[in-house]
């Protein structure tokens, strides 16, 4: 079950006695624990039916006490253990998990960290309640994710603007819907975000960014180029080498991948770009630029880049300079 499911179940009023919460993506699990402290109880049944752990500070038998306690002036209490996998003893709360309290909603966020599926523990969440595996989203689901989550705050956002926060936030989900947020509060009436307001409010460029970049050497474009990575010089904070490497790396890998598909249609290289026909048609363009070998040599060389600017055989060239070395020695 999803953490969207899990809330959905709980606006309808449907609960289990565990939910347990794990894995290496905390959004999910964070937004699951923020919705069960905020929302289960009405406001004048909290105060005396929510109770709030954290794992660091808290010990097995005082989490038991709580869970066993029976609700006031209420239908049922919410029992919540935050950063769980801190907790000392964490097991001993099998006893608990094999027989729980019913009127008791038990939600627990075991970050980072997963059970042992095969023991008893586990077994014993699986049948008394619900375990809940938050993943990371992959590369390639972060362009629909990202729109779902503009759209379901009743905004709209441009291609170009949402391929600017990915490329500049990446994979950290807090952090996108918080800069996300920053936008439309000072949007006033206006519906949909574009790359004006991306540059505005958030302090990405919209000319000097690592997509630009990247289409700048896609169409050998070496002065274009030049001039990005002077920006980034400029404004170290903008694009970290760090964040540009492994950004462009993903790029020239979705082109080289368009040599092995038989259909290198707009059509059929588009699964390649989160189904955008426009980032198809210009990966087409560098694939027929550059050739199977010219993305291989790029490859390459984000390869070797990333190498030095973490200091492997490098003695000290700065970042911008690094960047110039290697996008000369791509377009040539």
């Known amino acids: 079950m999803s953490a969207e499911k899990i809330i959905a179940e709980w606006k309808k009023g449907v609960y289990k006695p565990l939910y347990w919460l794990e894995g290496e993506e905390p959004y999910f699990i964070d937004k699951v624990v923020e919705y069960a402290e905020s929302n289960i109880l009405q406001e004048s049944e909290a105060s005396f039916n929510l109770t709030v752990f ?6 097995w038998t005082s989490v038991i006490n709580a869970c066993r306690r029976y609700p006031m002036f209420a239908e049922r209490q919410v029992v919540l253990l935050k950063e769980a996998q801190q907790m000392k003893d964490i097991d001993k709360l099998e006893g608990y998990v094999i027989n729980p309290l019913h009127s008791t909603v038990f939600v627990v966020a075991y970050k980072d960290k997963k059970i042992d599926g095969r023991t008893n523990f586990a077994r014993a969440l699986k049948k008394n309640g619900e375990l809940f595996q938050s993943k990371k989203i992959y590369e390639s689901q972060l362009p ?8 379901a705050k009743g905004f709209d956002i441009t291609p170009q603007a949402l391929q600017l926060l990915i490329d500049h936030i990446g994979n950290d989900l807090n952090r996108m819907e918080n800069e996300v947020e920053k936008v439309w509060i000072n949007l006033g009436t206006k519906k949909k975000i574009d790359a004006d307001d991306i540059e505005k409010y958030v302090g990405i460029s919209k000319e000097f960014n690592a997509f630009e970049l ?9 002065a274009k180029a030049i001039r990005i990575i002077q920006y980034f010089h400029a404004n170290p904070k903008a694009a970290p080498i760090q964040l540009i490497l492994p950004a462009i790396y993903s790029y020239f890998s979705k082109i080289y991948s368009i040599f092995s598909l ?3 249609s707009e059509n059929g290289v588009k699964g ?6 426009y980032a198809a048609k210009d990966g087409l363009a ?35 300079e690094l960047m110039k070395e290697m996008v000369v020695k791509m377009v040539s």
């Open 54 to 59: 954290y794992g660091r500070d808290a010990d």
């Open 144 to 151: 629909e994710w990202a729109k779902e989550m503009v759209l």
């Open 214 to 222: 990247q289409t700048a050497i896609a169409k050998k474009d070496l």
């Open 262 to 264: 038989d259909d290198k």
């Open 272 to 277: 390649l770009f989160s189904n955008n026909f």
């Open 286 to 320: 560098a694939a027929k630029i550059y050739g199977l070998q010219g993305i291989e040599k790029i490859l390459l060389l984000l390869h070797e880049y990333n190498l030095k600017s973490i200091g492997v055989n490098n003695a000290g060239t700065a970042d911008a």
